[in-house]
């Protein structure tokens, strides 16, 4: 194998000998075979180095001083499972060989050792090491997209798009701006983003800098000791203070006086900040999420957000589109929330019918997915007697508000929602799917192609 292809596999070698001689002459050979090579000449100097994961692979002679390379496998393995350990027997001493490859290890070797057959030996090991790797690195991805998929519902373009700019954004550790109508999914968005986060074991604080009256906003954020003003009369931990090491959510950020933005501003370039009435200097470990429902370009206009601060804030941006831009997310949805209403209610689940679908998917929704989801409520307390229609909204009882889209449109939404919806209530168990619907396997597959429907995306984590 060439230096080159070895590199690619990205796992070094970690050999334990206490002979000097032995050890350097073992670390050559490999080295030269393109292999990086760790020595150590005792366990105990390797052992506290590899942690669980580590892109490793151990060679270790088994008796040596102190602790053997028999009781560095048994403590290596506790750590990690699949790291591969491979061993130096004596000649002949097959009773040892075997006791190790019982206890675990992935092969070992005969002293003196046969170069070519150490060689094979050591590069199955690293292969075998990067795929168990990419294993549990796919295994983590598909985790983290099935709980995102269980939470920001929908499958439309718009939302899987951000669903990956969630996704690649969570593990970054830089400030992130959403800005998106009410109702569109902001604080789910926040919550995501800190949940699949290094920092999700920490607090996650949200502030909704609108609920706060404006003299009170400044010790929300830095918290006051007593006395600091004339209502201080009791010590008082800040926001900024309570999402150490977590994800600080600063909602409707532009309703937060200027002043105060100035001095946040100051916290976030500074990295500190003191109590009110305090001179101790504290840290400043957070990630911070903020949400806006107007468009910074104008919050700034109108003096609303200080520029400084918007360009602090926004090293990511994203957008959440309103409902009426992803009317195909719309069934799904509203099928998700009678579900969850009728759970929470005790009642009946009703699935809506071609008429209501169709009536849902033509009106606009200015209060987005938390206006959907009171309808949904609704739906379910007070559903359509049989063969009436269920009126959504008041306009379009009065007739003022039709559906837009022709007849086409709205019996592919209907389909599109029926399937989706069959997937998710057989968590993406096609078998079960094609009998539910009483569809040939072809049919189904073609259908699902043309909506952009994934069976992976129905799986419930
Ligand atoms: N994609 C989605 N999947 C599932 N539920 C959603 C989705 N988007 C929003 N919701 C639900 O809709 C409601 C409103 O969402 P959220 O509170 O996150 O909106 P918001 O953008 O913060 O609104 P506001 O600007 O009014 O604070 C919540 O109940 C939330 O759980
Ligand atoms: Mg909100």
Redesign the pocket.
């Known amino acids: 194998m060439t230096p080159a292809i070895q590199d690619a596999t990205g796992v070094e070698l970690h050999l334990v000998e206490d002979d000097e001689a032995m050890r350097s002459s073992v670390s050559r050979w490999l080295t030269l075979a393109g292999f990086t090579v760790h020595t150590h000449g005792r366990a105990t100097a390797l052992l506290p180095s590899l942690e669980y994961g580590a892109p490793a692979v151990v060679i270790s002679d088994i008796s040596m001083p102190g602790m053997s390379g028999l009781e560095l496998q048994q403590a290596l393995l506790k750590k990690d499972a699949d790291l591969p350990v491979i061993l130096f027997t004596g000649h002949g001493d097959i009773d040892m060989a075997v006791r190790a490859m019982r206890a675990g290890a992935y092969d070992f070797i005969e002293k003196p050792f046969d170069a070519e057959r150490l060689l094979e030996t050591v590069r199955r090991a690293c292969e075998k090491r990067r795929l168990v790797l990419e294993n549990r690195a796919l295994q983590m991805q598909m985790q983290e997209i099935g709980g995102l998929h269980a ?4 499958s439309s373009p718009a ?1 899987s798009h951000l669903k990956r700019q969630v996704l690649d954004a969570a593990s970054v550790d830089a400030n992130v701006l959403l800005v ?1 109508e ?7 968005i926040a919550r995501c983003l800190h949940d699949l986060s290094p920092r999700s074991q920490a607090p996650y604080v949200a502030l909704n800098c609108a609920a706060i009256p404006a003299t009170l906003a400044e010790s929300e954020l830095f918290g006051h000791e007593p006395g600091a003003f004339t209502s201080a009369s009791q010590r008082r931990v800040g926001s900024l203070e309570q999402a150490t090491e977590g994800t600080l959510f600063l ?1 409707e950020v532009v309703s937060m006086p200027i002043d105060v933005q100035a001095k946040l501003l100051r916290v976030i370039e500074q990295r500190e900040f003191c109590r009110l009435g305090s001179n101790r200097v504290r840290q400043a470990n957070f990630r911070l999420v903020a ?1 806006m ?1 107007i468009e910074p370009r104008e919050a700034m206009e109108r003096g609303l957000l200080r520029n400084d601060l918007y360009y602090r804030f926004n090293i990511l941006e994203f957008r ?1 589109p309103p409902l009426r831009e992803r009317k195909e997310d719309i069934p799904i ?1 509203f099928t998700m929330f009678a579900e969850q209403a009728a759970e929470n209610y005790q009642r009946d689940m009703v699935y809506p019918d071609a008429g209501t679908v169709a009536a849902l998917m033509g009106y606009d929704w200015p209060g987005n ?2 206006e959907l ?1 009171n309808v949904a409520t609704r739906f379910i307390l007070s559903p359509p007697a049989q063969g009436e229609p269920f009126i959504p909204f008041k306009a379009a009882a009065s007739g003022v508000e039709r559906p837009e889209i022709g007849l086409q449109e709205q019996v592919r939404a209907f389909e599109r929602s029926l399937i989706e919806d069959a997937l998710r209530r057989h968590n993406g168990n096609i078998r079960a799917v094609l009998e539910d619907l009483r569809l040939p396997r072809r049919t189904l597959n073609e259908k699902m192609q043309r909506y952009g429907l994934m069976r992976e995306a129905a799986i419930q984590p």
């Open positions: 939470r920001l519902v929908g939302i998106g009410t109702g569109t999914g902001k604080e789910v909602d949400a429902n959440i949805l997915v938390r989801k």
